[in-house]
């Protein structure tokens, strides 16, 4: 069992930045592959990025690629979502997830979930 809490929503301008953190606890952080999902209102859960337990592979959806950096901190059982360039449409619930397993692209694959940390990205 591994529980999730995510923090560093917020509200900000479009243009701007907001750097995401999930703390893991309860299990080994690093047997664990990671990932964040998004929704927003009305909309389904969709995948954002993952990393593989060790760091040494990430994935990213289209839509953020070049704009987000997932990365980990084994040591501090962490893994954190750096948002750049921020846009309208990145506005979601932020949702933190693991899996055992290798890293997926599906809400299925993942056993574990945060309770999740709202971002608004403003015009």
């Known amino acids: 069992q591994v529980q999730l809490v995510e923090s560093g929503g917020g509200l900000v301008q479009a243009g701007g930045s907001l750097r995401l953190s999930c703390t893991a606890s309860?299990?080994?952080?690093?047997?664990?592959?990671m990932a964040w999902f998004r929704q927003a209102p009305g909309k389904e859960r969709e995948f954002v990025t993952a990393i593989t337990w060790s760091g040494a592979r990430t994935n990213y959806a289209d839509s953020v690629k070049g704009r987000f950096t997932i990365s980990r901190d084994n040591a501090k059982n962490t893994v954190t979502l750096q948002m750049n360039s921020l846009k309208p449409d990145d506005t979601a619930v932020y949702y933190c997830?693991?899996?055992?397993?290798?890293?997926?692209?599906?809400?299925?694959?993942?056993?574990?979930w945060g309770q999740g940390t709202q971002v608004t990205v403003s015009s």
């Open positions: 309860g299990s080994t952080f690093s047997r664990y592959s």
């Open positions: 997830a693991a899996t055992p397993s290798s890293y997926a692209r599906t809400t299925g694959d993942y056993n574990y």
